[in-house]
């Protein structure tokens, strides 16, 4: 079945990096776009990145643009979000999920567990 | 910040009919189709309807989508203890390239 599991969360400081991964089973990674989302807490869910299945295009939420970098590495079947400079509002929940396009239908089917992110000092 | 409107919260006892609306534009729902989510505390959303009106294998036909122009709904009905979560809905947005959310809305049941 499908698994996405997410890792790399934890406590940085304001203006430092952090790298999250994403590994996926149990489909054909190469197949589908995958998107980042996060959720601050006790807040709603925001969008944060895509990349198309096979890296040619990326897109990203103003809020992170210049700083997150989203990328994938298809023969690892994993997902990566770079995230530099971060501050005190990155802080959130991140989850990884699969796009799917099915007869004109656009939505993301399964979502990773989550990591957290804690930026502060 | 959100660019899908949801209210905040909706409620009924056991065995009503609630529903949640959702209000975009014509850069979302006005040409994208609606999927909606469903999350419980400390855990990851489900995709709960997609494509404005399908259901996922396993999801209850209590459940149901619709869309009309820019606004898009979603009714639980014959609501029961266990439907008390958030719910948000989703679509593209073509004017930010990405992926948007509603605001989200807490069901309670009384």
């Known amino acids: 079945q499908v698994q996405l599991v997410e890792s790399g969360g934890g406590v940085v400081q304001p203006g430092r990096s952090l790298r999250l991964s994403c590994a996926a089973s149990g489909f054909t990674f190469s197949g589908n776009g995958m998107h980042w989302v996060r959720q601050a807490p006790g807040k709603g869910l925001e969008w944060v990145a895509d990349?198309?299945?096979?890296?040619?295009?990326?897109y990203y939420a103003d809020s992170v643009k210049g700083r997150f970098t989203i990328s994938r590495d298809n023969s690892k079947n994993t997902l990566y979000l770079q995230m530099n400079s971060l501050r005190a509002e990155d802080t959130a929940v991140y989850y990884c999920?699969?796009?799917?396009?099915?007869?004109?239908?656009?939505?993301?089917?399964?979502w990773g567990q989550g990591t957290l992110v804690t930026v502060s000092s | 910040q959100s660019v899908l409107t949801q209210p905040p919260s909706a409620s009924g006892t056991p065995g009503q009919w609630v529903t949640i609306s959702c209000s975009g534009s014509?850069?979302?729902?006005?040409?994208?189709?609606v999927n909606w989510y469903q999350q419980f505390p400390g855990t990851a959303p489900k995709l709960l309807i997609y494509?404005?009106?399908q259901r996922p294998s396993g999801v209850p036909d209590r459940f149901s989508g619709s869309k009309s122009g820019t606004s898009a709904s979603l009714a639980i009905s014959g609501l029961q203890s266990e439907d008390e979560a958030d719910y948000y809905c989703?679509?593209?947005?073509?004017?930010?390239?990405?992926?948007?959310f509603g605001t989200g809305t807490k069901v309670t049941v009384l």
């Open positions: 990349i198309w299945n096979d890296g040619s295009k990326q």
């Open positions: 014509s850069s979302n729902i006005g040409s994208k189709t």
């Open positions: 989703a679509a593209w947005g073509d004017s930010l390239n990405g992926y948007v």
């Open positions: 494509g404005n009106n």
């Open positions: 999920a699969r796009d799917v396009w099915h007869n004109s239908a656009y939505y993301l089917d399964y």
